[in-house]
């Protein structure tokens, strides 16, 4: 299937938004400047415009990012966006650490059998990565099932490469990030980081829906 303009567009944008909250810790990362602008969105007007995503869903999982973003806007002078404790502490428990996370963001841990990172998903990835020539996004500290990577990626692939969109999205990306992004939803206990989850996973779910993509779900070990 030859995927439309229209579709590639919101395939790069939504992996190009949604990538960089699940990457930068609010604080101290890069991406001070999409946390302030989407802290000043209109959920409802916003949820309208988004793209695949169920509207219902898109707009609970952008109520909950604008809601929990507020405290934080509020910080900053004049109202300008500083990440507050409780969004950055949020972000630290669920992906980073040192704590055991309740959420690892890598697929492998869900796939594998032994529930570590680098496992068969990640191997899978890369082995699909070289065969397609398709240019690593991280280094080798960095597993390349990390959800924030693989939205990056899928993003670069509508752009550059929209003929590998659907066989990425199918075999790499959609068989476990719905799981994923299900377990994220009810165990984050900041508004945010729960409609974070929401708004990708109907995103993702929606993508799926639009290009009739068949899809295998493997089994999962969490």
């Not at 219902?56 to 500083?82: C, H, I, N, P, T």
Request: net charge negative; glycine share 8%.
């Amino acid at each position: 299937m030859t995927l439309s303009s229209d579709n590639l567009s919101a395939l790069s944008f939504v992996g190009n938004t949604l990538s960089p909250l699940f990457l930068e810790d609010p604080r101290t990362g890069g991406a001070g400047a999409l946390f302030e602008a989407l802290s000043r969105l209109n959920a409802d007007e916003a949820a309208a415009e988004w793209p695949l995503a169920d509207r219902d869903e898109a707009r609970e999982g952008l109520g909950l990012m604008v809601a929990g973003l507020e405290a934080s806007r509020a910080r900053g002078a004049e109202g300008a966006f500083r990440a507050d404790d409780e969004l950055a502490d949020e972000y630290r428990r669920l992906f980073i650490g040192p704590a055991i996370k309740p959420a690892p963001p890598w697929g492998s841990v869900y796939t594998d059998r032994e529930q570590v990172i680098f496992g068969e998903t990640t191997l899978r990835l890369r082995s699909w990565m070289r065969q397609h020539g398709v240019t690593r996004l991280a280094d080798d500290r960095m597993p390349d099932d990390h959800i924030g990577l693989m939205l990056s990626l899928m993003a670069t692939l509508a752009e550059e490469r929209p003929d590998l969109v659907e066989e990425y999205l199918a075999e790499h990306l959609l068989p476990w990030t719905p799981h994923f992004l299900a377990l994220l939803a009810s165990c984050a206990t900041h508004p945010f980081y729960q409609g974070l989850a929401i708004l990708t996973k109907a995103t993702l779910e929606g993508a799926q829906a639009e290009l009739s993509l068949a899809v295998t779900v493997p089994r999962f070990y969490r």
